[in-house]
């Protein structure tokens, strides 16, 4: 089966500091794909950042970056110089590579606190 | 360049009544999924159609059905409506074959069931 968990459904940050999310998964598949999507109070889920899990090189999003641990399933978002506009759930998601169907996480609230 | 586009944005129904959800993907996209987004809760997939067929289903039951047109438009249908199905249902687009695997989401549909 495929999970993805996260453990933190709340978090704040204070403007210009930096914050980590956390998300771990399970699958026994060993090609597929990451996401970091954004959802703010207008519902639109919007993309953050990708990482290819055949590429070790963790991904980079201008102020957004990943920490892909592979074998312990983890992928991480931390987010730096955090802005007001970065309030919003976050949720961590996967696909496999046939590319069909996403599995989420339970997400995590980010609050900026100015 | 139009974003994945979903209609109506609030729907309101009672208990047994029946719903149809529409979606506009994002232009150059063949492929469309939809999930649903229970309250606090991370988005469940619920099926994929490409090609006007349904490639992949979630876990949902048959009163969930699905329709896609030569234009890539696609309706969720809702038969027998339960106070459960009550959520926000995300519809998102793709590209089959671009090797990307990213799915574009609208700001959804939030239907609520009385």
């Known amino acids: 089966a495929q999970t993805v968990t996260q453990s933190q459904p709340e978090m704040s940050v204070q403007e210009a500091e930096t914050v980590t999310l956390s998300c771990t998964y399970d699958t026994s598949e060993s090609n597929y794909y990451l996401f970091w999507y954004k959802q703010p109070p207008s519902r639109q889920m919007i993309l953050v950042i990708r990482q290819e899990a055949y590429k070790q090189q963790n991904a980079t999003e201008n102020r957004f970056s990943v920490n892909f641990q592979k074998a312990a399933k983890s992928f991480s978002l931390k987010i730096s110089d955090s802005q007001l506009g970065d309030t919003a759930m976050y949720f961590c998601?996967?696909?496999?590579?046939?590319?069909?169907?996403?599995?989420f996480g339970t997400g995590t609230s980010l609050t900026v606190i100015p | 360049d139009a974003g994945v586009t979903q209609s109506p944005t609030h729907l309101i129904k009672t208990r047994g009544q029946q719903v149809t959800l529409r979606c506009s993907p994002k232009s150059g996209h063949d492929t469309v999924s939809w999930y649903q987004q229970a309250l606090g809760q991370g988005p469940q997939f619920i099926f994929q159609y490409y090609e006007e067929e349904e490639r992949q289903r979630g876990n949902f039951p048959d009163r969930f059905s699905g329709h896609q047109f030569p234009n890539y438009s696609s309706e969720l249908n809702v038969n027998a409506l339960l106070l459960g199905d009550s959520a926000l249902y995300l519809c998102?687009?793709?590209?089959?074959?671009?090797?990307?695997?990213?799915?574009?989401f609208g700001a959804g549909t939030r239907l609520s069931v009385l």
């Open positions: 998601a996967f696909t496999i590579n046939t590319g069909n169907q996403f599995y």
């Open positions: 998102a687009s793709s590209l089959a074959h671009a090797g990307e695997n990213i799915q574009y």
